[in-house]
């Protein structure tokens, strides 16, 4: 059974940095999309991320170049790393796997708080 397991968030002042991890379970890590979702209270699940087996990126606006997306094939984890955090960013970040076969799966999510 696949599985993904997030871990990294927390409470971070403006400014700051956090970095998540997603950690799967399985075979075929490499050949998959890797993806990162936000969702804020009251706000649709948007996604913040993605990276092909091949190494593409790509990115919402509001995060370009404060966000890097990253994955260790070796160790099946993707990274998000966030860096100038502001108080927007606050959200539950969900990781997102897609498999080569059509199927998708999420993680639990993972609480990432900026305040002040």
């Known amino acids: 059974q696949v599985q993904l397991v997030e871990s990294g968030g927390g409470l971070v002042q403006p400014g700051g940095s956090l970095r998540l991890s997603c950690a799967a379970s399985g075979s075929d890590f490499r050949l998959n999309i890797m993806e990162w979702y936000r969702q804020a209270p009251g706000k649709e699940r948007e996604l913040v991320a993605g990276i092909t087996p091949g190494g593409s990126t790509t990115y919402e606006d509001s995060v370009k170049g404060r966000f890097t997306i990253s994955r260790d094939n070796a160790r099946n984890t993707v990274y998000l790393q966030m860096n100038s955090l502001k108080p927007e960013d606050t959200a539950v970040y969900y990781c997102?796997?897609?498999?080569?076969?059509?199927?998708?799966?999420w993680g639990q999510g993972t609480q990432v708080t900026v305040s002040s």
């Open positions: 997102k796997r897609n498999s080569i076969y059509g199927s998708s799966y």
